[in-house]
Nanobody, 116 residues
Framework: QVQLVESGGGLVQPGGSLRLSCAAS????????MRWYRQAPGKERELAARIGPAGGSTNYADSVKGRFTISRDNSKNTVYLQMNSLKPEDTAVYYC?????????WGQGTQVTVSS
């Protein structure tokens, strides 16, 4: 079955960096776009970044553009989110997502907290 497992979250000071990873299994990873969503306390889940199947096409929310970079390694079935210049408002649970086999799949999420 489809599994998405995020890692790499944690506590970081404003201005710092983190790299999230999402290991995928149970589907042909290289055939599907992958997404990172985030959900801050009391807010709706929002799309942060998307990457096409081959990695050549990327899209970002305006709030993270220029600071976050999504990438993927199809040989490792893994998608990454490099987050730089982190701000307190980036604090959220970050989720990996794929729409595959006619439905949405989500990881368990990883907490990112930006605080001094």
């Amino acid at each position: 079955q489809v599994q998405l497992v995020e890692s790499g979250g944690g506590l970081v000071q404003p201005g710092g960096s983190l790299r999230l990873s999402c290991a995928a299994s149970g589907f042909t990873f290289s055939s599907y776009a992958m997404r990172w969503y985030r959900q801050a306390p009391g807010k709706e889940r929002e799309l942060a970044a998307r990457i096409g199947p081959a990695g050549g096409s990327t899209n970002y929310a305006d709030s993270v553009k220029g600071r976050f970079t999504i990438s993927r390694d199809n040989s490792k079935n893994t998608v990454y989110l490099q987050m730089n210049s982190l701000k307190p408002e980036d604090t959220a649970v970050y989720y990996c997502n794929v729409y595959a086999l006619s439905q949405d799949y989500w990881g368990q999420g990883t907490q990112v907290t930006v605080s001094s």
